[in-house]
């Protein structure tokens, strides 16, 4: 059984920073492409940055040079360190991997950007 247990999401002032934390259990997440998406009230939900299992990355337009996305290994644990944040960046977060022909979500956890 594939859980993603998002945490670190909170409210931040625009310019400040959050990392969030994806901890995976039931997978291997240096075997599989590890994944953070975000959906805004009334937008459909996006891409934001990925990780394959070679290690690769590619960001969404909008949050490249701010965001970066890691993994620990021995940890289970996929990151993502937003820096630079924007109200535009409110949004739910959540951590995705796809296994076989399954995708697989977390819960989600709120970042809010607002003074």
């Known amino acids: 059984q594939v859980q993603l247990v998002e945490s670190g999401g909170g409210l931040v002032e625009p310019g400040g920073s959050l990392r969030l934390s994806c901890a995976a259990s039931g997978i291997i997440i240096r075997i599989y492409t590890m994944a953070w998406y975000r959906q805004a009230p009334g937008k459909q939900r996006e891409l934001v940055a990925a990780?394959?299992?070679?290690?690769?990355?590619n960001y969404a337009d909008s949050v490249k040079g701010r965001f970066t996305i890691s993994r620990d290994n021995a940890k289970n644990t996929v990151y993502l360190q937003m820096n630079s944040l924007k109200p535009e960046d409110t949004a739910v977060y959540y951590c995705n991997t796809v296994r076989g022909i399954k995708d697989y979500w977390g819960q989600g956890t709120q970042v809010t950007v607002s003074s």
């Open positions: 990780v394959s299992g070679g290690g690769s990355t």
